[in-house]
């Protein structure tokens, strides 16, 4: 996933704001947003970097023109997830504190979401939370995502839900109704911008093209196993050339490449800046991922999507038709994604389903939300699919 863990930001108002964020897809949306808010008078948006995930977000913020004004660097190799969060805490909030921040923005469900929604709360700064209220219903799947979400949407002041389910989850956990704002989902904004401007890696064979990626952590003990389920659906379609940007993490790489390296028509490939990831989406037959962030992509390009998982915190895709869930059963994902390669028909119906995530306009709900709480403009219109 290139999902972001993570841009962080700040955002500044007289007397100042800022800005939070988080991963591939996610920073090229905080991104995106940036520039809007730097567009609102009286605003001033800072971008707080915690280095989540830093090949990637590096690629997003050149893609955006965007500069950081403060990274806490804080990654290690193979570090475990406790340790990380200890060490974003006292930064961010010391960063925070220095920075001036007098509101902060945080966006997705990376660890870097909550730590840094956490460090703001307990320095008295209130949190905006972009794409809250997702939910899986399952603390473990997707693990520790969901947990972060959810404990994020505990400490905020405003919550930007993606899509009114998201609000209606946020409902129920008890949030007050004037406090949430349905804007769309900024990664359909990001990733419509990036398919114009992006063009396809250099070098890769002709397509037709099935894209994947596979990087959950809950996944990553069937990892070796889901790659034998993709190798033998390769093997069935040599006609078809399939594209694994594979995440940099060594668990990931060190799964999936004895297995898929060598395959004729798998391409194995180092995670692409956003542009090309973008490009290589909207030219694809399919995508299989286990991605939460990929799963609102697809829909927003019009891409048919396998979901390499057994719940979903996107539930809007599955009703639509975009989105069809396997499962993480070896055999299980072997059928489905066979199956429909099988079935031009049933692709073509997916194509064709309407897009549930946004319009392209989230970022500037968001931005109008942020202004709004600050005194600077009125409150925006929610969005209505």
């Known amino acids: 996933n ?209 894209t994947v990626t596979m990087h959950r952590r809950e996944n990553w003990p069937l990892l070796s196993d889901l790659a034998q389920a993709l190798k033998r659906v390769a093997e069935a379609f040599p006609h078809l050339t399939f594209v694994y940007p594979v995440h940099l993490n060594p668990v990931v790489r060190e799964a999936v490449f004895p297995v898929l390296k060598g395959v004729r028509n798998f391409v194995l490939l180092d995670p692409l800046e956003y542009g090309s990831m973008a490009a290589l989406m909207r030219a694809s037959l399919l995508l299989v991922t286990d991605s939460g962030g990929l799963q609102e992509e697809g829909a927003a390009l019009g891409v048919p999507v396998v979901v390499l998982r057994n719940v979903t915190e996107r539930p809007e895709g599955l009703k639509a038709g975009i989105l069809k869930l396997a499962g993480t059963d070896p055999e299980g994902v072997y059928r489905v994604v066979k199956g429909l390669l099988e079935n031009p028909e049933e692709l073509s119906r997916m194509r064709k389903a309407k897009n549930p995530y946004g319009d392209g306009k989230a970022g500037l709900r968001v931005a109008r939300g942020v202004a709004w709480r600050l005194g600077l403009g009125p409150r925006p219109e929610d969005w209505r699919p």
């Not at 469900?109 to 972009?130: M, Q, R």
């Open 2 to 210: 290139y999902r972001m863990n993570d841009i962080t930001g700040a955002l500044g108002c007289p007397p100042l704001a800022r800005l939070a964020e988080q991963t591939r897809r996610r920073q090229a949306n905080a991104a995106r947003y940036h520039k809007i808010l730097a567009g609102i008078p009286g605003l001033k948006p800072l971008v707080l970097l915690t280095g989540q995930h830093r090949e990637q977000l590096r690629q997003a913020l050149s893609l955006f023109g965007i500069q950081e004004d403060r990274n806490l660097d804080v990654m290690q190799e193979r570090q475990a997830l406790p340790d990380l969060a200890a060490r974003i805490l006292p930064q961010a909030a010391r960063a925070l504190k220095e920075m001036g921040a007098d509101y902060v923005l945080v966006h997705g469900d990376t660890l870097t979401t909550f730590a840094v929604a956490w460090a703001a709360f307990l320095e008295g700064i209130p949190v905006g939370h972009v794409e809250a209220g997702l939910r899986s219903g399952n603390l473990k799947e997707p693990f520790p995502e969901e947990a972060n979400r959810r404990l994020t949407d505990v400490l905020t002041d405003l919550d930007f839900a993606p899509t009114p389910l998201a609000k209606a989850n946020l409902l129920k956990e008890g949030k007050r109704e004037e406090g949430i704002l349905v804007t769309g989902q900024t990664g359909v904004d990001a990733v419509l911008l990036a398919a114009k401007l992006g063009r396809l890696p250099e070098g890769l064979p002709e397509g037709p093209y099935v």
